[in-house]
T-cell receptor, first 117, second 117 residues
Framework: EAGVTQFPSHSVIEKGQTVTLRCDPISGHDNLYWYRRVMGKEIKFLLHFVKESKQDESGMPNNRFLAERTGGTYSTLKVQPAELEDSGVYFC???????????????FGAGSRLTVL | AQKITQTQPGMFVQEKEAVTLDCTYDTSDPSYGLFWYKQPSSGEMIFLIYQGSYDQQNATEGRYSLNFQKARKSANLVISASQLGDSAMYFCAMREGHRGANSKLTFGKGITLSVRP
């Protein structure tokens, strides 16, 4: 089966511009998560969708970040306007509810690297 | 307080030898899950192994095993017979809540492993 796909793999923008990151989860996975890793720091949770609904958005840094998952399939994460501290790698992950082992293992994409100049 | 601690900044191991990557965690939830992910230079996060807090035996997956010491709150990853392809960054992560819960993962900072030929 196809894995989690993220686009673009790398984006370089100037401060104040807008960027939209896209994530295509594994088909049939209801859970979709966004995480971010800023250079040298831990991977931090941003938010969690169950189908098209936001289950937990406690990790979203501020209202410059907007995530959507229309139709419960792919998701977008928009940063508008981008600031220097937004630079980092944005990971998307998906999982089935419960999963075959009950551990709810997340499958991650390769990440979208965002550089804000 | 950090929930997941990975203090080893970088590890080196000779090919074909075993290596242990340390992870300690902190939680007051009696039900939790511990995960290890591998991130090679290509960027994707690859799931390696899972240990549930109520699992009686240490988890094993091929060359990977998890040395779970519940009283010490440690979940060290052991890689046996290291291969050059094991060179990567390794992340320990925890989910608090019952097995299969869809809650977020908390990650450590990661450990870089280099395998020498």
């Amino acid at each position: 089966e196809a894995g989690v796909t993220q686009f673009p793999s790398h984006s370089v923008i100037e401060k104040g511009q807008t960027v939209t990151l896209r994530c295509d989860p594994i088909s049939g996975h209801d859970n979709l998560y966004w995480y971010r890793r800023v250079m040298g720091k831990e991977i931090k949770f941003l938010l969690h969708f169950v189908k098209e609904s936001k289950q937990d958005e406690s990790g979203m840094p501020n209202n410059r970040f907007l995530a959507e998952r229309t139709g419960g399939t792919y998701s977008t994460l928009k940063v508008q306007p981008a600031e220097l501290e937004d630079s980092g790698v944005y990971f998307c992950a998906s999982s089935q509810a419960g999963g075959p082992s009950g551990a709810n293992v997340l499958t991650f994409g390769a990440g979208s690297r965002l550089t804000v100049l | 307080a950090q929930k997941i601690t990975q203090t080893q900044p970088g590890m080196f191991v000779q090919e074909k030898e075993a290596v242990t990557l340390d992870c300690t965690y902190d939680t007051s939830d009696p039900s939790y899950g511990l995960f290890w992910y591998k991130q090679p230079s290509s960027g994707e996060m690859i799931f390696l192994i899972y240990q549930g807090s109520y699992d009686q035996q240490n988890a094993t997956e091929g060359r990977y095993s998890l040395n779970f010491q519940k009283a010490r709150k440690s979940a060290n990853l052991v890689i046996s017979a290291s291969q050059l392809g094991d060179s990567a960054m390794y992340f320990c992560a925890m989910r608090e809540g019952h097995r299969g819960a869809n809650s977020k993962l908390t990650f450590g900072k990661g450990i870089t492993l280099s395998v020498r030929p």
